[in-house]
């Protein structure tokens, strides 16, 4: 599906073809390392699964300049040994790091959404059920997880395919171990995460609500009943509208993720540094031409859903035996999903507070102090901000507007110094 090793590999011989004679001559000759390969007619290939500056290391260990430190690689070694995978619903389902940094990073989630869930009032059922009180079981008896649709759990190929310099030709591989762009590239269906004790498995935010649901204390169950409430709301108007209905404050990822993918020409051609700005500005000049991206909207996930659908449904192309995703079915399955795990933090947060307060026996004042990003903070004080909450003091401590080369050091206001004075 694509990763660091499988873009130098898959594409070495097409990059070649594109370079003047004169270019690749002086490439192929530029070293005779013997970290290089060879290609079938004799001439040296550098070794695509290094980066330059990983390249310029063997060039000095080889000629002897660079000395090996033993305990630096096994203090490396270590590091390696210690990095472990636990299969979880939360990490399977987070895609806000491949959506908004690292796009280069192959991931297709459309073919999983469409045959495993196959309806958005499903991927709706089957996340409430996931997260919101729900057991594990119940969550994954909504998905068809027959033997059939089995392969449509994996949103990555566990099988890469590279240019072997070698033999001059493509050749399929296992994935290697040492790629940890993605660690969790499948549904987990038979061993996961689970909140400790939760019997059936329940993951760890669908605990807190059960808990709380489940207490004795009625302002506790109306507290997860009105989160979850208020949460769906905001989930919904989201999804009806993606680019309109996104965070005031720090929003325009979705709609910049949106270019990208289906309009990559003015993507290209314009300045992506403010993602909040462009998803605002009716026409934007980018560096030939000016862009009406203000007439480009976001189709809501009802009708995104059904493009995957629709899309999923039509024979294979024979010539390739496989499915075919488009990028506007890929993107817009994954501001789904990014909608619902947004959302998702809020949920959990506030359940958190809800059982920490479920824990103080007296009758008193309450202070709740929350560092998270801007938009998250922003929701939780707007909760909480609510009539029937009777928070009557809210101290934000930072900005919601940064400057581009402004230093974002935060300035605790007095309150924080004396917390007594919280309570006066």
């Not at 070794?47 to 002897?64: A, H, K, Q």
């Not at 909040?276 to 976001?298: D, F, M, P, V, Y």
């Not at 900005?399 to 230093?407: F, T």
């Amino acid at each position: 599906m694509g990763c660091q090793h499988e873009t130098e590999d898959i594409h070495s011989k097409e990059w070649l073809d594109l370079l003047e004679s004169d270019e690749r001559d002086k490439l192929l000759g530029s070293s005779q390392s013997k970290q290089h390969t060879h290609h079938k007619d004799g001439k040296c290939l550098p070794d695509w699964d290094l980066s330059p500056e990983e390249t310029e290391i063997v060039r000095l260990r080889d000629s002897g300049l660079l000395k090996s430190d033993e305990d630096e690689e096994d203090d490396d070694e270590q590091e390696e040994d210690e990095l472990i995978t636990f299969p979880s619903y939360e990490n399977f389902l987070n895609v806000s790091e491949i959506l908004y940094y690292t796009p280069h990073i192959k991931i297709s989630y459309a073919p999983f959404l469409g045959k495993v869930v196959k309806s958005f009032d499903t991927w709706n059922a089957f996340f409430f059920e996931l997260f919101f009180g729900g057991t594990i079981s119940d969550a994954l008896s909504m998905l068809d997880l027959s033997s059939i649709n089995g392969q449509y759990l994996h949103t990555r190929s566990p099988i890469m395919k590279f240019w072997n310099a070698n033999t001059g030709e493509y050749e399929f591989h296992k994935r290697s171990n040492e790629e940890n762009d993605l660690t969790l590239p499948m549904l987990p269906i038979k061993a996961f995460l689970c909140a400790r004790g939760s019997k059936p498995a329940r993951t760890w935010c669908s605990n807190i609500f059960a808990c709380l649901l489940d207490s004795d204390c009625k302002d506790l169950n109306d507290m997860a009943r009105d989160i979850k409430e208020w949460l769906s709301a905001s989930i919904a108007t989201q999804c009806k509208d993606p680019k309109e209905a996104d965070n005031e404050i720090g929003g325009g990822d979705w709609f910049l993720a949106y270019l990208r993918e289906c309009h990559r020409d003015i993507y290209e051609d314009i300045d992506r540094s403010d993602p909040e700005n462009i998803s605002k500005r009716t026409s934007i000049q980018g560096e030939t031409k000016k862009h009406k991206i203000g007439a480009i909207k976001i189709p809501s996930c009802v009708d995104g859903f059904q493009m995957i659908s629709d899309e999923l449904d039509k024979p294979k192309d024979e010539s390739i035996m496989k499915l075919t995703v488009s990028r506007n079915s890929e993107v817009m399955s994954k501001i789904l999903i990014d909608i619902y795990m947004n959302n998702l933090v809020d949920a959990a947060t506030l359940a958190k507070i809800a059982q920490l307060i479920s824990q103080e026996t007296e009758k008193k004042n309450i202070t709740i102090v929350c560092y998270a990003g801007s938009c998250h903070t922003k929701k939780l004080c707007d909760f909480f901000m609510q009539p029937n909450y009777k928070f009557k003091k809210r101290i934000f401590a930072g900005k919601y507007d940064w400057e581009e080369e402004e230093g974002k050091i935060i300035h605790l206001p007095p309150e924080l110094w004396d917390l007594k004075s919280l309570f006066r």
